[in-house]
């Protein structure tokens, strides 16, 4: 039981460089989150998904797209990325029985 | 809209004194609130959690209180630990909602 993982841990881009981080969960959870936090600074909502099948624009979705493939698995997109997308993401999962989410362990993202 | 704050970004205490860890929510349809803990280099971890139903609830070492005339939630960390090191936010959310609003954040350190 690996809980929520995420792939790459690390990962450095060249502003314009595209990429997709992974994350998958093997806890049955209904809905999943993708998140960034900036130094020092608390959690932003980016998107999530409720439920296999659909996706909501968080707090700060541009520039990002996300694809829930299945259950398990909701990956994070960066099409064309940008300096301001240097971040640590985390993604987490949720089950609809609690509130409680659980969250992979982080890709740490730098935009040169 | 919803947001949730913390009242201290940082928190500084001496080992083995107790630490109360504020936080403010302005949303009075949220009914569930939760604690998570992040240490250095990882993603945040559910500690305790509250319902609206309740005013205190007590775990291993934290008790949590919550206020709803003032729309007051604060986390008590009895004995404190250098384990307790950390950064605490606060969560909050509602029946129905599919997502948990954070707070900024508030950064404990503990003093030899």
């Known amino acids: 039981n690996a809980g929520v993982t995420q792939t790459p841990k690390f990962q450095v881009l060249k502003t314009g460089q595209s990429m997709t981080l992974q994350c998958a969960q093997d806890m049955n959870h209904n809905s999943m989150y993708w998140y960034r936090q900036d130094p020092g600074m608390g959690l932003r909502l980016i998107y999530y998904?409720?439920?296999?099948?659909?996706?909501d624009k968080g707090e700060v979705p541009n520039g990002y797209n996300v694809s829930r493939l299945n259950k398990r698995e909701f990956s994070l997109r960066l099409e064309s990325a940008a300096p301001s997308q240097t971040s640590v993401y985390f993604c987490?999962?949720?089950?609809?029985?609690?509130?409680?989410?659980?969250f992979g362990p982080g890709t740490r993202l730098t935009v040169t | 809209g919803e947001s949730v704050g913390l009242h201290l970004p940082t928190l500084s205490v001496q080992e083995g004194d107790n630490s109360i860890i504020n936080c403010a929510y302005s949303?009075?349809?949220?009914?569930?609130f939760i604690w998570y803990k992040q240490e250095s280099g990882k993603g945040p971890q559910f500690i305790i959690d509250?319902?609206?139903?309740?005013d205190k609830r007590q775990g291993q070492r934290v008790t949590v209180l919550l206020n709803k005339t003032v729309k007051h939630l604060s986390l008590q960390i009895a004995a404190t630990q250098p384990g307790d090191s950390a950064v605490y936010f606060c969560a909050e959310t509602h029946q129905g909602a599919q997502k948990l609003v954070f707070g900024q954040g508030t950064r404990l350190t503990i003093n030899p």
């Open positions: 987490a999962g949720m089950t609809t029985l609690s509130y409680e989410q659980y």
């Open positions: 949303n009075s349809a949220s009914d569930y």
């Open positions: 998904s409720a439920s296999e099948g659909t996706t």
């Open positions: 509250i319902r609206s139903n309740m």
